[in-house]
């Protein structure tokens, strides 16, 4: 056998196992990007967030917001122009708890 027989054995070889390796692995190291990316897409394709969705986001945050300040639990104090809850959120009963 020649040196020119063997490479080309040991190349058909390879390329017959590698290519169908090679490409199984670029699959599976791919998938997760392409499914985050057409994720992406499809929420796009929806569209923006709701106002009303917006300020009821906007309204639970500022209720959990005020909770913690209750609790002293609020390393840095929000301001706001109305430290109030707002008006569709009830105000819960303030128990003293121990700061973990």
Do not use: Y
């Not at 054995?9 to 670029?26: A, C």
């Not at 796009?44 to 969705?53: D, L």
Request: hydrophobic letters at 45%.
């Amino acid at each position: 056998m020649q040196l020119t027989e063997a490479v080309m054995i040991i190349m058909v070889t390879g390329m017959t196992v590698g290519i169908p390796l090679l490409g199984l692995t670029v699959r599976f190291a791919l998938k997760p990007v392409v499914e985050t990316w057409l994720r992406v897409r499809e929420a796009q394709a929806r569209g923006q967030v709701s106002a009303g969705e917006l300020e009821g986001l906007r309204a639970r945050v500022a209720h959990l917001e005020h909770m913690l300040d209750r609790h002293g639990m609020l390393e840095h104090p929000v301001t706001r122009a109305s430290p109030e809850l707002p008006e569709h959120l009830s105000a819960v009963v303030r128990v003293e708890r121990e700061r973990v």
